[in-house]
């Protein structure tokens, strides 16, 4: 249980798009550049949002939306994360 938090503090359903987006400004990063990786619904923006995204062990059809899908070890995002690096 996470306590201090309440439904309302995500009532802006683009809650992680607008704190990434925060942080990308802030360090000089262009959208095409990041990578985004989650496993719910809630990560629909922010694959949307990131030039690339992982779904990792999907939910309720996030996969979807994600460039690529890893169904078992979050290591196996390590090949996919440097051979996005090599295209760069």
């Given amino acids: 249980m996470?306590?201090?938090?309440?439904?309302?503090?995500?009532s802006?359903?683009?809650?992680?798009?607008?704190?990434?987006?925060?942080?990308?400004?802030?360090a000089?990063?262009?959208p095409d550049e990041a990578l985004a990786i989650g496993?719910?619904?809630?990560d629909k923006g922010i694959f949307e949002?990131?030039?690339k995204s992982i779904a990792f062990n999907p939910k309720s059809g996030?996969?979807?939306y994600a460039d690529y899908v890893i169904k078992d070890s979050l290591a196996n995002a390590i090949p996919i994360?440097?051979?996005?690096?090599?295209?760069s």
Avoid: R, Y
């Fill in 2 to 10: 996470v306590e201090g938090i309440s439904e309302k503090d995500f």
């Fill in 12 to 26: 802006d359903s683009n809650f992680k798009v607008t704190g990434v987006k925060e942080i990308l400004d802030e």
């Fill in 81 to 87: 994360i440097l051979s996005l690096n090599q295209k």
């Fill in 49 to 51: 949002f990131a030039g």
């Fill in 28 to 30: 000089g990063i262009l």
């Fill in 39 to 42: 496993d719910s619904p809630a």
């Fill in 62 to 64: 996030i996969e979807e």
